[in-house]
């Protein structure tokens, strides 16, 4: 259930393009930039969440990995530019990180 609701996190907001778009005065390759750091993030940060995972133990960082997922998710809700999203999106790729150790 968690790996298909984290690929649903993963591709709603290309579901979330236009109205966002209009709402934060995004252009296409500024809402490709933001999109796209997500994987930046999760590229750089999957390695060294698995060796916290090996350090804490599956079921505290899987936790971790939850909370924080879900803390970044709600924070998306009070984005109000382009730089807010760029760094929610950021922040999203290193809580998500790990989670398919």
């Not at 298909?4 to 907001?13: E, G, K, M």
């Not at 060796?51 to 924080?68: D, P, T, Y």
Request: proline residues 3%.
């Amino acid at each position: 259930v968690c790996y298909f609701i984290a690929y649903l996190d993963r591709v709603n907001v290309g579901f979330a393009a236009l109205q966002m778009n209009k709402a934060l005065g995004l252009s296409a390759s500024a809402f490709g930039f933001g999109a796209g750091i997500f994987f930046i993030a999760y590229f750089f940060f999957e390695v060294p969440s698995n060796l916290l995972l090996e350090k804490f133990g599956a079921r505290r960082w899987i936790a971790r990995v939850m909370v924080s997922w879900g803390i970044v998710s709600l924070a998306s809700a009070f984005v109000v530019g382009p730089n807010s999203f760029y760094a929610l999106r950021f922040l999203l790729g290193v809580a998500e990180a790990g989670f398919f150790p």
